[in-house]
């Protein structure tokens, strides 16, 4: 073990760190990112078939009101969609209820959609446009599909829960 001062200096293909005669020599690697574009998001619209528009600043406040209604044992909220409107529902552990409706624009049939409520409050917490486009794939009968969050400069996806009805 060293101790003391240690010395660091690069090349052009490593970084090198130096104490008394000992010098240590570390290669550097240069890659690039993979290309999410190409590689995530334009697949993931491509398989989306259904559209939610929903304002963010309405989807977080609704969100933050039905969720007092929750308790630690049942963190979930069911986002129920129809055209013209979404609805946000957290149910207790005592059968207490909140409902929340904003104005939203969807593309499909009516469908409720159950995620874990602080997952969903976050990916839409972090996007950074004004008006987001929320996307579904077409569920299989084995599984939910996620639903990615388009929030501008940032992509989110959350998984839906599989719940049985109360």
Not at 34 to 43: E, N
Not at 112 to 141: E, G, M
Not at 144 to 160: C, F, I, Y
Request: net charge neutral; hydrophobic share 35%.
């Amino acid at each position: 073990a060293w101790s003391g001062d240690v010395a660091f200096s690069e090349g052009p293909g490593h970084f090198f760190f130096t104490h008394g005669r000992d010098t240590l020599a570390i290669n550097k690697i240069n890659n690039t990112f993979p290309d999410l574009d190409r590689l995530v998001i334009r697949p993931l619209k491509a398989q989306a078939t259904s559209v939610l528009k929903i304002r963010k600043v309405e989807a977080e406040e609704a969100i933050r009101r039905v969720r007092l209604s929750q308790s630690d044992d049942f963190p979930y909220v069911e986002m129920h969609l129809s055209q013209g409107e979404c609805l946000f529902r957290c149910v207790g552990e005592d059968g207490s209820e909140a409902v929340s409706r904003i104005e939203a624009v969807w593309n499909n049939n009516p469908r409720i959609a159950t995620f874990n409520t602080q997952r969903l409050y976050d990916c839409i917490l972090n996007a950074q446009k004004d008006v987001l486009d929320i996307r579904f794939r077409k569920d299989t009968r084995d599984g939910k599909s996620p639903m990615t969050v388009d929030g501008g400069e940032t992509w989110s996806m959350v998984t839906q829960l599989k719940m049985i009805p109360r």
